[in-house]
Structures are given as C-alpha cells and as structure tokens.
Nanobody, 122 residues
Framework: QLQLVESGGGLVQPGGSLRLSCEAS????????IGWFRQAPGKERDGVSC???????DYADSVKGRFTISRDNAKNTVYLQMSSLKPEDTAVYYC????????????????WGQGTQVTVSS
C-alpha cells in the first residue's frame, strides 16, 4: 500500500524554524517528483515547493529564500526546512506524489499524506 506520512509540525514563534518530514512507504521515492502544499483555514490548498527526481527544486514566491526542500532517498523521505517563519505560514502542510498510469488517455493517482499542522504565533 502506497502511503505518505508527514511529521514535524508544531507551534513556533515568528522568526523561528521547523523541519517537516514526508516519509513514503510502499514505493521508492527516488523515482518521483514530490510536492509540498499547505492549506490555511478557509483557503484553497496551495503549492509551496516541489523537488524533481533529479533534485531540482522550485518554490512559491511567498517562501523563496526561507524554505528549503530536500530529499534523502536512502531514507525514502523528503524534507521541508522552514526558516524565518511568519504568521501567514500557519497552515496544514501536506506532501503529494502523482503517479501517472500507463495507457491512454493519460491519468494519474494522487497520493497525499494526512497533513501536519504548523502554527506560527507569539
């Protein structure tokens, strides 16, 4: 069974740091691109960062220079290091993998973790 499990969230003061983890089971992460998303109360789920199977990373403008995504293929885990946290970073953070199926028309299965709450508040 394919599964993603996030951890590392919590309560942190503005300016603080947290490191989120996304551990995969049932498949080998190194073959896939992985994304981090977040959803604040009453808002849409938005992309935060993603990392390709080759390790190239992209970030939302709102987190550039503050967040760093990385992967440890030996541990089958992807990380999101968050620094200089702001109250507007408060959200539930999710990791995601899309697995494209063979055949036509193109289709995919989307896998999501259960999410981890990040609260930035003084």
């Amino acid at each position: 069974q394919l599964q993603l499990v996030e951890s590392g969230g919590g309560l942190v003061q503005p300016g603080g740091s947290l490191r989120l983890s996304c551990e995969a089971s049932g498949f080998t992460l190194e073959h896939y691109a992985i994304g981090w998303f977040r959803q604040a109360p009453g808002k849409e789920r938005d992309g935060v960062s993603c990392i390709s199977s080759r390790g190239s990373a992209d970030y939302a403008d709102s987190v550039k220079g503050r967040f760093t995504i990385s992967r440890d293929n030996a541990k089958n885990t992807v990380y999101l290091q968050m620094s200089s946290l702001k109250p507007e970073d408060t959200a539930v953070y999710y990791c995601n993998i899309d697995v494209w199926k063979r055949g036509w028309p193109p289709s995919r299965d989307a896998y999501w973790g259960q999410g981890t709450q990040v609260t930035v508040s003084s």
